[in-house]
């Protein structure tokens, strides 16, 4: 059985550090990018950046770019979210999700459970 | 970049059928992908590619795409379809695109 397995809700301090993990089983980890998906209070579904496990390589939106770092290890399968600098506005859940395929036109077929981050002084 | 606009809301009375839309540039060229979101879980994608439907999700589920509309179909509704659904595409400027989502509610 695919699963992802994300990290526990965590409450942080604005300009405090953090990552968040999400932790792949039942399947290659290696085939597939593993996405990362922001959901603000009460709003939709924003793409925020993905990375492909096998290399590491990873690339994103323009609204994150140099404001969130995504990594993975493939050792332990499991990906990464951190941020250096948190602000109030990056209180939201986070979700991490698996690309079926390798082309990017592909759906995401299985979702972790969601990371609340709330990040208030 | 891409936008994909869909309803704020729709309603329903159970055992009818419920459509949502999501409008887009020349949409029926992209590939889109729904996903179903239940008040406190994880998004679900219930289909995929235009209209598959992924292994458990019930054949009441169904989509198409043509033109500027993609549409998801739900027939026979029922209470549990109460949720979120969101739209999904790749685009060549925008990368991933999501549609704002649109409530169904079932009265």
């Known amino acids: 059985e695919v699963r992802l397995v994300q990290s526990g809700a965590e409450v942080k301090k604005p300009g405090e550090s953090l990552r968040i993990s999400c932790k792949g089983s039942?399947?290659?980890?290696?085939?597939?990018?593993i996405t990362w998906v922001r959901q603000m209070p009460g709003k939709g579904l924003e793409w925020m950046g993905r990375?492909?496990?096998?290399?590491?390589?990873?690339d994103y939106s323009p609204s994150f770019q140099g404001h969130v770092t995504i990594s993975s290890d493939d050792s332990i399968n499991t990906a990464y979210l951190q941020w250096s600098t948190l602000r109030a506005s990056d209180t939201a859940i986070y979700y991490c999700?698996?690309?079926?395929?390798?082309?990017?036109?592909?759906?995401?077929?299985?979702w972790g459970q969601g990371t609340l981050v709330t990040v208030s002084s | 970049s891409y936008v994909l606009t869909q309803p704020p809301s729709v309603s329903v009375a159970p055992g009818k059928t419920a459509r949502i839309t999501c409008g887009g540039n020349n949409i029926g060229s992209k590939s889109v992908h729904w996903y179903q979101q239940k008040p406190g879980q994880a998004p679900v994608l219930v289909i995929s590619s235009d209209s598959d439907r992924p292994s458990g999700i019930p054949e009441r589920f169904s989509g198409s795409n043509s033109g500027n509309t993609a549409t998801l179909t739900i027939s026979r509704v029922e209470a549990g379809d109460e949720a979120d659904y969101y739209c999904h595409v790749w685009d060549s400027s925008s990368d991933q695109v999501f549609g704002g989502g649109t409530k169904l509610t079932v009265l």
């Open positions: 990375i492909d496990p096998s290399d590491s390589y990873a």
């Open positions: 039942g399947y290659n980890f290696t085939t597939h990018w």
């Open positions: 999700a698996r690309l079926m395929g390798r082309q990017f036109t592909y759906a995401y077929d299985y």
